[in-house]
């Protein structure tokens, strides 16, 4: 603990402690949870999130600097044993290696959370089958192979367990803009229930989480493309109606992740527009 205290003072690295540290540490105090696209925006801060709560966290992503950066929070903000791990999840055999690597060091993994995930936007027409192969093989292929690899070892030591898969309110809010993005994510978002329904008789829980609009890399980096100039001030105008300047933060979102688990929800729209847009999904599709 003097440890911790000591770089903490030193380094100033430690994030504010958020709502986990008190109200899951019963739930995920020394479970093992792994973490995808943990460098940044909604990984990293699910990361801390369940550090604070106690868990034990190994950090994925493909960016080595930032996920070694999380790993460090991570044990700062109270994780008992984190680490890093530099893998790209759109590749099988990597994702396999991780999976060997994991269970043999650290164990099995009692929660994943499959969230590495890229931005695309474009009209249909101006979308090359490169920029589908792009993107459907990080945000589909990333998680199709962390289900199966986490998924069969979870089910094979038959004690339960959660996945979480970072969907977007965008798999049920069609828009012109993304239909790369929006497909992969819808895919996710019926992937996740039908393995839902696979693993019920297992004891193994899993939830789609449904982000609206949330400040992060993907959002601020994001090129509108297939919308005019005029619709991309008239959408970021909106957000920060919404949430304000900050925009809503992955810190919030990673909470909704940790009640998901903690209470087994099947799909979870975070955000006040992401609650609108499924509610309206389930009356007729807008655009
Ligand atoms: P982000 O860019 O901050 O984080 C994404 C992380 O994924 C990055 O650290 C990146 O390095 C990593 N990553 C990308 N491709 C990878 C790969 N092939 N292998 C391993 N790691 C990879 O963005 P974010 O907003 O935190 O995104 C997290 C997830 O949330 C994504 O799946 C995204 O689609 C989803 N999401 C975001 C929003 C939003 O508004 N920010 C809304 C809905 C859904």
């Not at 205290?5 to 504010?16: H, I, L, Q, S």
């Not at 991309?232 to 810190?251: A, F, M, Q, S």
């Amino acid at each position: 603990v003097w440890i911790r205290e000591f770089v903490t003072a030193v380094d100033g690295g430690r994030p504010a402690p958020s709502v986990a540290s008190g109200r899951y540490a019963e739930q995920f105090g020394g479970r093992l949870v792994l973490v995808t696209g943990a460098a940044s925006g909604i990984g990293r801060a699910t990361a801390i999130a369940f550090a604070e709560a106690g868990a034990r966290v190994v950090a994925v992503d493909r960016d080595a600097e930032g996920v070694t950066r999380t790993a460090e929070s991570a044990w700062l903000s109270g994780a008992p044993q984190a680490w890093a791990e530099t893998v790209d999840v759109s590749d099988e055999q990597a994702m396999e290696k991780l999976a060997e690597k994991v269970a043999a060091e650290y164990g099995v993994v009692d929660v994943l959370v499959n969230n590495a995930g890229i931005g695309f936007s474009g009209s249909f027409l101006d979308t090359t089958t490169e920029d589908w192969r792009k993107v459907l093989d990080v945000n589909l292929w990333g998680v199709i192979h962390g289900c199966r690899v986490f998924g069969r070892q979870m089910a094979e030591r038959g004690q339960g367990g959660h996945i979480v898969n970072t969907a977007s309110a965008a798999a049920y809010q069609p828009s012109r803009a993304l239909p790369a993005y929006s497909t992969s994510k819808a895919a996710v978002l019926m992937l996740s229930q039908c393995l839902r329904a696979e693993f019920a008789g297992r004891g193994i829980g899993v939830s789609a989480i449904c982000p609206g609009f949330v400040h992060t890399n993907i959002t601020s980096t994001a090129r509108f493309a297939g919308v005019s100039h005029e619709e991309e001030k008239r959408l970021r105008k909106k957000v920060t109606r919404l949430y304000g300047r900050r925009g809503y933060p992955p810190e919030k979102v990673a909470e909704a992740i940790l009640r998901a688990v903690a209470r087994d929800q099947a799909v979870v729209p975070v955000t006040p527009e992401a609650r609108g847009a499924l509610l309206m999904s389930r009356f007729t599709p807008r655009v």
